[in-house]
Nanobody, 118 residues
Framework: QVQLAESGGGLVQAGGSLRLTCAASGRTFNRYTTGWFRQAPGKEREFVAAISRSGSTTDYATSVTGRFTISRNNAKNTVYLQMGSLKPEDTAVYYC???????????WGQGTQVTVSS
């Protein structure tokens, strides 16, 4: 069992940057692929990024490639999402995930709101 807690969301102007942090409980964190999803108002939840257990492999949605970077620190049980060149369409609740497959994770955090103003 893994518990995930996101932080770092907020309000930012278009073109700005934010870094989301996901703190995970449990000593087996480094056994899990982890990632981020998001859900905008009125839209379905969508994949954003994923990172392998060792951190050597990453995957991104086309819409964020080149602007977002996912990373992890297994010693700190933490996953990060560095977001840059933010656009209003990035506005969403962002969820940290772990376990299972990258596109179908087992564990979800409660989410953190990111709002990008134009």
């Amino acid at each position: 069992q893994v518990q995930l807690a996101e932080s770092g969301g907020g309000l930012v102007q278009a073109g700005g940057s934010l870094r989301l942090t996901c703190a995970a409980s449990g000593r087996t964190f480094n056994r899990y692929t982890t990632g981020w999803f998001r859900q905008a108002p009125g839209k379905e939840r969508e994949f954003v990024a994923a990172i392998s257990r060792s951190g050597s492999t990453t995957d991104y949605a086309t819409s964020v490639t080149g602007r977002f970077t996912i990373s992890r620190n297994n010693a700190k049980n933490t996953v990060y999402l560095q977001m840059g060149s933010l656009k209003p369409e990035d506005t969403a609740v962002y969820y940290c995930t772990a376990g299972g497959a990258a596109m179908n994770p087992d564990y979800w955090g409660q989410g953190t709101q990111v709002t990008v103003s134009s």
